[in-house]
């Protein structure tokens, strides 16, 4: 079974973390995010599971496609992302051409679902190593004297549960793997869950522990503070940091991939590959709405992308709920 179906859980982390690590800007206060990662993490693996079984009770061919679309477009604001930090660390380093050739360009080796895993696993492990490092570097300028002790205001955690109720894919696309794969595991969208919100918490109090007060001001606060180390590891690791970035956005951009194949081919449970005919309208259109979007508000994107996948989620859960209410009926009658 995991030779035929292996476990994707770890590109799944992987795709969680990176959301974090390259994130423009901290948005609320460590305290805040604890208190309210205590509910959000069961909220989000509940509201995961629940559209797991409104997908497998049975999908129209219109949601499959609104499916593949929003990943679609989900790699694209990735790519975006990405290029503006990379404008905002090294300005007029790397166009937008050439971030989209060396990202997506990889992806053609991750083309079977055994690389996507295996590949997972090393990603995640250099990304533990590499903030476990950075870490290091910085700990001498981590002082307990820039904890802030000033009561918080329910709009402090109305901030915190807004941040962390940010529906990314990852959440979704367990619904697309094989039913025996979540089986083998206990609460796996729980434990995603949990693992997203409370590294968050943890990197928003290492930053707190930095700038003190002056935690929200910041743009790109984890790669500041970084920079600020005291073996400057990003300045003097710079190139191994940036392959670093595009190992993790490749694999996210891969696991997309795979997941569009699979809601757009006849029989996905039995898919475990991309076909190569796939790659070349995957890669040009990437590219193609790219350019079209890249004088857009990344930020001001992202939120929409929240909402879509939102109403998606809705939406689909209605469906659900309309084809077993009417199982239901036919039972009755």
């Known amino acids: 079974m995991k030779r035929d179906c292996p476990s994707l859980l770890a590109a799944l982390t992987v795709g969680v973390l990176v959301n974090v690590l390259l994130r423009s800007q901290s948005a609320y206060w460590p305290r805040a995010g604890a208190a309210t990662a205590l509910l959000c993490a069961p909220l989000l693996a509940a509201i995961g599971s629940l559209f797991a079984k409104a997908w497998q009770g049975g999908t129209s061919p219109l949601l499959r496609l609104l499916f593949a679309i929003l990943l679609f ?13 990379a404008q905002r660390l090294y300005p007029g ?4 051409t050439a971030l989209c ?9 991750l083309r079977r679902v ?6 997972a696993h090393v990603v995640l492990c250099l990304l533990i190593l590499a903030f476990g490092f ?8 981590l002082h307990i004297t820039n904890l802030q002790m000033v009561p918080l205001q329910i709009s402090d955690f109305a901030t915190a549960a807004k941040e962390q109720l940010t529906l990314y894919p990852e959440y979704l696309l367990p619904a697309l793997w094989p039913q025996q794969q979540m089986r083998e595991r206990h609460h796996p969208l729980l434990r995603l869950a949990m ?31 970084a920079r600020c180390g005291a073996l400057s590891v990003f300045n003097r690791l710079e190139s191994l940091q940036l392959i670093l ?21 006849k029989s996905p449970q039995r898919s475990t590959s991309i076909q190569l005919g796939n790659f070349p309208i995957y890669l040009g259109g990437l590219w193609i709405l790219c350019a079209l979007l890249q004088k857009t508000d990344i930020r001001q994107a992202l939120q929409m992308r929240n909402a879509w996948t939102w109403a998606f989620v809705l939406l689909t859960g209605m469906g659900g709920a309309a084809a077993w209410l009417c199982q239901k009926i036919k039972r009755c009658s």
């Open 114 to 119: 055994s690389a996507i895993s295996q590949t």
């Open 93 to 96: 380093a790397i166009s937008l």
């Open 73 to 85: 477009y989900t790699s694209a604001l990735e790519l975006l992302q990405f290029w503006n930090l």
């Open 245 to 265: 970035w595009v190992m993790a956005i490749t694999l996210k951009l891969a696991l997309y991939l795979y997941a569009i194949c699979l809601l757009l081919t």
């Open 195 to 225: 693992i997203a919100l409370w590294f968050d918490v943890g990197v928003h109090w290492i930053l707190e522990l930095f700038y003190g007060a002056s935690m929200p001001n910041r743009i790109d606060p984890i790669h500041a503070v």
């Open 101 to 109: 050739l060396t990202t997506l360009l990889p992806v053609i080796y």
């Open 134 to 141: 950075m870490l290091l570097t910085v700990l001498p300028r």
